[in-house]
Every structure is written in C-alpha cells, then in structure tokens.
C-alpha cells in the first residue's frame, strides 16, 4: 500500500514570506495526516419496484486504518440521485453523519473528520432513484503529532468552555461567532482557502500524545469558500470574516446551535486582554480551547498589543476586554520571549478595511479621517487641518513638522530653519478616542536658491498644471499625479483623474547639473460624477435560514455612495458598483437605493421580497437532478480534493453559449484545458489528469460570456 505524506507546518514559512522576525510569527497549527490508498466501490444500485417501495439499505462496509488516531472519506464518485443518502458511523464513539447529495455538494465530496481507526458506511436506496453509487480512492488518515513549543518559560492558559470560539481546520487556527452569524479569524489562516473547510465545535480532550480527537458531525461546519474576505498583510493588517453553511446533520446555523457571539467594538484602552483559542499544548489539552488574561501593553491604531499567554493555533483568536466581554480585535501573532519581554500583537477593530468588513452598522466609533493643507512663503508656512470625523467631533490635533518642531493648535504656523523637504504628519483624536495620521512632503526655500513649485486649476476631474519652479536652469520635469498613473515628463501638463477625492500631486526638477528638487501639494478633485442616471438592481441571497441583499449598480465612478433601505441610511461605502445587505433570517419586501454622497444624484428604487424562506430573486444554486436546467452558471466543485493522479471539477451552465474551462498553477501560468467550445445548459463535468504536474495548489477557472468563476485544488504525490 502506497502512502502519501502530507506535513502542513507553514507558520515558519509564512514568517519568510512576510519578512517578519522570529520572535513575530503568525500562530497557526496546521493539522498532520496521510493521504493512503483505499479502494471501496458500492456498484450500482437502483430502488425496489412496486407501490410499496422503500428506502432500503443497498450497501454496507467498514473502511478501517488499524491504530489511526482519525480518518476522514474522501469521495472519488457519488451518485445519490433525489433522494438516496450515506450513512457514516465512527466504531469509537458512535458519531454519526448523513449526507444527501446537497450536504455532499456542501462537504466537497469528503465527509466530516471522525475519531478512531474504523468507519461504518452504509448506502441507502430511495424510491425512484437509479444508478445510486459510492466510490473512493483514498482516504485521509491522522498522524498521532508532537506539539509545538510554549511562548515563555510558563504558560498561564487554562481550560475554557466559551461556545463562541470554534476550531478552524485543517490549517489550525481560531475563528469564533460575532452578532450576524459570521466568522472572524485571522487573514493568513484564510489565504490558502485548500486549508480552510471547517469549523468545530464542543471540540473534546485530545490524546495523551497530543494527537487530535474531533466532535461529531453535529458539531461540524463547512466554510463557504465564496464568502472568504481577508487580508494577510502583516501585524496590525491581518483579519478575516466569512461565513459556514449550516450544519448538515442538525440544519442549524452556529450561532443558532451555539446560541452565542461576540459583541466587536472599536477600544484600544481595555487594561486587560484575554485570549481564548486553540493553541498548541501538551498531553490531552493540544489544540482544545484555552484561555488567559494579560495586561494591554501600548495598544495603538490598527495593532493591539498585549502580554496574555498564546500559542501555534491561536492566530485568530478574538482579543477580548476582560471588563466588558467585548471584543476588540483579531489575535495575528506572537511575539513573545522566555524572559518575558516582548508582547503578542492582533489587528485592532480600527483597521477600516477589517471594521468595514465586520459591517457592525453603528455599534462602535468610526474613525476620523485626517487630512491638512498648508500654504508657504520662503521658510514661514501655514497650515489648515481638514480632517473630519463621520460620527462626531474631532478634539485633539498633533503637529509634527519633522524639524523636531511639534503643536498641538488646529491650525499652526511654523517657520522652519532651513531651506528642505519635510515630511510633516498630523494625527488627530476624536471624541471616541479613535485617531489617523495624514502626512504630506512641504518643500521651503529661503528665497536664495533654486527651488521647485507649481499652480494649478482643475475643472471637475480635468486639471491643468503649470511649473513655476525658479532660482536654476531646469531640463528635466517628472510629475506624480498620485493615482497610480504613469508619470509625465511635460513642464505644463493637463491631466483628468480618475474619480472624486485628495492626491498628493509631486513634481521633481532637475537642473542642468543634474540635481533635483521638488514641490508636493494635495490636489482635491470633484465632479464628473458618472455620466448618467445611476441604474441599481437588487438580488436576495440566501444561505441557510439568513438572506443577503446583493446590490450592484452603475455607473461606479470610484467616489462613495450612501446605501438605504426601506428610506433609512444602511452605510456610506465606496463606489465601486457593489454592496452586500447582510439581512439575517428575515421576511418582507426591502426596497433599496444608492445616492452618490457629494452630488446627492440617486439611483431608482430596486426592490426584493422575502417570504417564508423564498425571494423574487432566488438564491444562486445548481439544479442537479431530473435534467433541470440549473438557474445559475455555477462551479460545483471539484473531487476528490487533494487528490494524487486525477480530480473531476463539475459545473453548471444556466445558458448555452462559448466556454473554457481552464487549469492554472499560481504563476498564472495555463496548465490544462478541461473543455473549450459550445455546450449547451445543464450540469456537467470535465477531468483533470495531473500525470505531468507537480505537486501543489492549482486554479481552475470557469468562463463564459461574462462570467469567471474560479475553484481550487491540491495535488498531492
């Protein structure tokens, strides 16, 4: 028997790849198991005939690994038809799995992780079904592991029980439940999504070796890959929210089987921290849920920092208030020492990409938004602070001119001492306690040298630019627009930006004996609004018993909108032609609009009704049996996955029309074609033989007419 080892250790790897220290690492603990060899086929089964037909049990084995500490099927083939379904038994503690061709779909053709080295799987036949089969090729096999080591000379962590905090596998991470149901966990436990596929619950003691033990399916969640947003950008920028299907054995979502979350506020002044999670230990508590408190220790902006015990498996822990249950960000890294200096770090709710994310809708204090404007004569400068706060009031300013010169006025004057460029930052405070920091280059001449300036005149986005540098001969312009176009090498040029809102305009010149200087201002643009009348459609999603409204409008010109439903403010957000409304288990009829927020020009009313777990725009999904032309073009998958040799990907296509079904490796570079051509609408499949692949992550990706859509897969050899 031929067995294919798969070691996933990838928090050291990471820490390489960020360019962080040692002593910052990323805390995950990736689970270590086999893939081996199993070969079961059931034949094909078709129901008993006659008016008193049954569902009946066409088939029964026992797929067994002596001594494995768990195992988990991985399906090569299931045809289950309307109503046909599996039966999974663990022989160790009797937990139990059902899985219908939905729930199969769900689990991507594998089932939940099983205690034990023994599984009992039956076949049942319902009336009308033909064809009813079960095949595998391998099965995943769990290795009795080594825990890691500890983070300082003692570790505090004691035992918990908060039915909010969940195990992520099978990267090894936290991810735990906040007030509309979804998940939040750490940015670089979901960046490799073949690593991410479920959440746990009720999780039990581990093996006296370390080795995991899992609940039962009951307590098993599968993730919704398509709702993953994250951000694996290093400390203080590293977060993620997505959401789970609901269970497939009991219907229930987490938070409803849970019947608990997390309140998420924006606070970096809690004097104690605590971390619940799933780090690594020794014995029977590796990798079950533990918990400790430390002191805050100099949280600041989008980083909280702290000195509570963690450990590999706690990134994505929540950082919680001690005094008030709160949550106030996502534990990211540990950074820790024997002597116990050092501290641990998470991304604080003030990252506005993660707060945004989080879509709390009021429950805490938005940030202010820093900005300034300055004018100057020879060494003696002005400045006018801008910034505004969207929920209250600005209170604090701090001035740094980068001359060692600070203020705490709004608006200072300053004179410098010397002829240079200056990087001078302003941070201010709102009345909440929240703060952001704008800085800008300011270039002073005492009137005796050469220098570099510029004036300018804008008409909505269209502006024209003209160079007023003095005191050499200059050959050579080069102007940063700030808005990620290609500079331009004209003394006077015209250049249209790209949407509403600030850039930092810089001009360098070079005289004829080469040297340089140069001028910035912030250059702040309005108008050109879109063109045209603002045309929004609105469509329910929904996944579970909870609904979305998915908005999508246009034209988007880049700027912000204001989202309202039903007459009421909803969110200001960006205006990139997209809003997800996450509604909940709710009923009724929504009529939404979208208005630009500096115009006030409005889109028509867009409109969906909800009834009884229905919608006028049903949700996206694939009808599979009977022949039904699915509703949507949709990915279906991919199986088995990881696989050794070959994976068969299924999609469904609403229309028939031109389609390409491609494989790439993470270079981009095109590896294999699955289909090309014109096929009609239905459900189908194509395969992939890797023979000549090496092993790793692969993309594939779905197109026709104006559809992409892109899947994963592992090969593992």
């Given at each position: ?7 996933l ?9 960020l360019?962080l ?17 199993y070969?079961?086929d ?36 299931v ?9 999974l ?6 937990a139990r ?16 992780y099983?205690n034990?080295?023994a ?10 079904d ?11 096999v769990?290795?009795h ?20 905090v969940?195990r ?32 746990e619950?009720n999780v ?7 080795t ?8 098993q ?27 497939t054995?009991?219907?229930?979502s987490?938070i409803?089987?849970q ?13 104690t ?10 014995g029977?508590?590796n ?7 430390g002191?805050?220790?100099?949280s ?16 994505g ?7 008030t ?6 534990h ?5 020492s024997t ?6 770090s ?8 993660f ?12 940030p202010?938004?820093?900005g ?7 060494l003696a400068?002005a ?8 929920d ?6 701090d001035?740094d001119?980068?001359d ?36 800008q280059n ?15 005149s ?14 050499a ?6 102007w940063?627009?700030?808005d ?6 004209v003394?006077n ?12 305009v810089?001009?360098t010149?070079?005289?004829?004996a ?6 910035s ?8 609004g879109?063109g045209?009348d ?16 998915d908005l ?5 010109d880049?700027g ?11 969110r200001s ?8 409304d ?6 009724g009829t ?15 009313l867009?409109?969906?009704?909800i ?5 006028s ?21 991919a199986y088995?996955?990881?696989?050794t ?9 609403a ?6 079904l ?6 981009g570079q095109?590896?294999?074609?699955l289909?090309s ?15 000549a ?10 197109r ?8 994963r ?5």
């Amino acid at each position: 028997m031929r067995t294919f080892v798969r070691h996933l250790t990838v928090a050291l790897s990471l820490a390489i790849l960020l360019g962080l220290s040692a002593t910052v690492m990323a805390q995950t603990a990736p689970l270590n198991y086999q893939l081996q060899r199993y070969t079961l086929d059931s034949g094909t089964h078709a129901s008993r005939v006659g008016p008193d037909a049954t569902t009946y049990r066409a088939y029964y084995d026992v797929v067994e690994i002596p001594g494995a500490p768990w195992l988990r099927l991985t399906f090569s083939e299931v045809v289950l038809d309307q109503g046909s379904y599996l039966v999974l038994t663990s022989r160790q503690d009797g937990a139990r799995q059902r899985l219908d061709a939905v729930a199969l779909d769900q689990w991507q053709h594998t089932s939940a992780y099983f205690n034990g080295d023994a599984i009992e799987i039956e076949l049942y036949v319902a009336p009308g079904d033909e064809s009813v089969r079960v095949r595998m090729d391998q099965v995943v096999v769990g290795e009795h592991g080594v825990p890691e080591s500890q983070c300082g000379p003692v570790d505090d962590r004691t035992s918990s029980n908060d039915p909010a905090v969940g195990r992520l596998l099978d990267i090894g991470c936290t991810a735990w439940i906040i007030a509309d149901g979804r998940f939040v966990s750490a940015g670089h436990c979901l960046s490799s999504t073949f690593l991410v596929d479920v959440v746990e619950f009720n999780v039990p003691l581990s093996l006296s070796n370390g080795t995991l033990q899992h609940p039962g399916p009951e307590d098993q969640y599968t993730v919704d890959i398509g709702s993953i947003e994250s951000v694996n950008g290093g400390v203080g920028n590293d977060w993620g929210v997505f959401e789970v299907f609901d269970n497939t054995q009991t219907g229930l979502s987490p938070i409803e089987a849970q019947g608990a979350s997390f309140n998420v506020v924006q606070d970096l002044g809690p004097a104690t921290i605590r971390i619940t999670g799933y780090g690594v230990d020794s014995g029977s508590d590796n990798q079950t849920q533990q918990t400790h408190t430390g002191p805050n220790v100099g949280s600041s902006g989008t980083t909280m920092n702290y000195q509570t015990d963690t450990e590999g498996g706690n990134s994505g822990s929540p950082v919680i208030d001690e005094a008030t249950g709160n949550a106030v960000g996502v534990h990211t890294h540990g950074g820790c020492s024997t002597s116990g200096g050092g501290n641990n770090s998470g991304t604080s709710t003030f990252n506005s990409a993660f707060w945004d994310a989080l879509d709390i809708g009021g429950g805490g204090n938005t940030p202010p938004n820093a900005g300034f404007t300055f004018s100057c004569t020879g060494l003696a400068c002005a400045f006018a602070d801008s910034s505004a706060d969207p929920d209250g009031a600005v209170v604090a300013w701090d001035w740094d001119f980068d001359d060692g010169g600070t203020s705490s006025a709004q608006n200072p004057a300053h004179t410098f001492a010397a002829p240079g460029t200056y990087a001078v930052a302003l941070m201010v405070t709102d009345d909440g306690g929240a703060s952001d920091t704008a800085a800008q280059n300011v270039t002073v001449t005492d009137g005796s040298g050469p220098m570099a300036a510029f004036s300018y005149s804008c008409t909505d986005l269209a502006c024209d630019f003209t160079d007023q540098s003095s005191g050499a001969t200059f050959v050579r312009w080069a102007w940063d627009f700030g808005d990620g176009s290609s500079l331009s090498r004209v003394q006077n040029p015209a250049h249209t930006f790209p949407a509403e809102g600030s850039y930092t305009v810089m001009l360098t010149v070079n005289d004829d004996a080469r040297t340089a200087y140069s001028a910035s201002q912030v250059v702040t643009v309005t108008g050109g609004g879109g063109g045209g009348d603002i045309v929004l459609t609105a469509t329910a999603i929904q996944q579970g018993s909870r609904w979305t409204g998915d908005l999508t409008w246009s034209p988007a010109d880049g700027g912000s909108v204001d989202v309202f439903r039903n007459g009421a403010l909803v969110r200001s957000t960006a205006d990139d032609g997209a809003f997800a409304d996450r509604l909940g288990a709710v009923s009724g009829t929504f009529d939404y609009q979208v208005c630009e927020t500096d115009s006030g020009d409005c889109s028509n009313l867009a409109s969906i009704t909800i009834e009884s777990g229905a919608a006028s725009a049903e949700a996206p999904g694939a009808s599979l049996g009977g022949g039904e032309v699915p509703e949507v073009t949709a990915l279906l998958g991919a199986y088995p996955n990881p696989f050794t040799q070959a994976a068969t990907v299924r999609y469904a296509l609403a229309e028939s029309g031109a389609v390409e079904l491609a494989v790439y490796n993470l270079l981009g570079q095109r590896v294999a074609v699955l289909a090309s051509g014109t096929w009609e609408a239905g459900t189908h499949e194509a395969r992939l033989d890797a023979a000549a692949l090496p092993s790793g992550v692969y993309v594939y990706r779905l197109r026709t007419g104006e559809t992409v859509l892109t899947g994963r897969l592992m090969l593992v050899r």
